[in-house]
């Protein structure tokens, strides 16, 4: 009878010694942390300069485009944050759809990606309200549909 039951007293831990890293899940930002890091510093400052000039739709496109993402790049994700949301706040409510209308499918999902994660910041400093970002989300919802949600839930590459 002990025989029976040995197999529930081994260690199936100690026998595999595969761990599953986020590496193994998609490839790595191709810039690697340097060249992320001065993409973002030259990304967030022509958005800036098109949000002094009203140019919310383009400012959008510019920070939205190849954002960085993956492991070791994290001053570089912090930058394109920062700039997101402080286009997010530069936007008038009734400027929302037009602006996300202007915006291709990926940089709808990128825009969620960075609303979630802004959501996610606040109440820790974040430089923006939680109103301006439940507004965003509705706005693109509307345009963009559930499906944008999705993509972003199931995306391995963290912005």
């Not at 029976?4 to 986020?22: N, Q, S, T, W």
């Amino acid at each position: 009878m002990s025989n029976e039951y040995a197999f529930r007293k081994i260690d199936i831990d100690a026998l595999e010694g595969d761990i599953l890293l986020p590496s193994d899940l998609y490839d790595p930002d191709p810039r690697g942390p340097d060249g992320a890091l001065a993409d973002a510093q030259a990304r967030s400052q022509e958005s800036r300069g098109q949000v002094s000039r009203g140019d919310i739709a383009g400012a959008l496109q510019t920070i939205l485009t190849d954002p960085p993402y993956g492991e070791g790049v994290d001053q570089a994700k912090k930058l394109t944050t920062d700039a997101v949301l402080m286009i997010l706040n530069s936007t008038r409510a009734s400027d929302i759809p037009t602006v996300i209308k202007g915006l291709d499918q990926e940089q709808q999902s990128r825009l969620m990606a960075y609303l979630y994660k802004g959501m996610s910041a606040l109440g820790q400093g974040a430089d923006v309200s939680g109103s301006v970002l439940l507004t965003w989300h509705e706005k693109l919802t509307e345009v963009a549909g559930v499906g944008c949600i999705v993509r972003v839930m199931t995306d391995r590459r963290t912005l």
